[in-house]
């Protein structure tokens, strides 16, 4: 189940901004990589360091098959494939004039198949018990609340909530 929380948002620009109020999700906890591959190798017959050694191996030939410029299939997980973004500004008028230099970083684009894009289709949802409702700062900046011993809980999204 998923759990929703309420947070604040400024929409509009200048005279004409406004706060509302959007669901966003609550996440409560986070599951360990040792706890994830203790839960794979429960549905194998293989051993937990068996799985994980096939994780570490796993992402450094993904790493560096996309070092290569190479798009990825991971099956069901899905696709990782190299991109890259332009400097702002860039462009320019012909083909032969693109270099390297007009290249601001490198990044990855996970693009996940049907069935893990549709695994939250149907999934129950209910407002979270206890959740301070905060504004939600997107200058990366967090206006948190204490929950009364001094602490402002956050998870690893930037929202705060309990």
Known sequence: MIKIKAIERKAGFGKTSKTLWYPAIHLHSDVK????????????TVSSADVKAVYDRSAKVLIRLLQDGKS????????FRPSITAKTG????????????????????????VKV???????????AERVLDVP?????????????????????NGHTGL
């Not at 040792?34 to 839960?39: D, K, P, R, S, Y």
């Not at 860039?90 to 198949?113: F, M, N, Q």
């Not at 894009?117 to 407002?127: I, P």
């Not at 939600?136 to 690893?156: F, M, Q, R, T």
């Open 33 to 44: 990589f040792e706890e994830f591959i203790e839960l794979v190798a429960d549905e194998t």
């Open 72 to 79: 990825v299939d991971c099956g069901d997980l899905g696709t």
């Open 90 to 113: 860039s462009g320019v008028d012909s083909a032969d004039k693109v270099s390297i230099e007009l290249v601001d970083k490198a990044k990855v684009i996970y693009t996940p198949r």
């Open 117 to 127: 894009k549709t695994a939250l289709k149907g999934v129950r949802m209910e407002r």
């Open 136 to 156: 939600y700062a997107s200058s990366g900046k967090k206006d948190e609340k204490p929950n009364g011993d001094g602490s402002s809980p956050s998870d690893n």
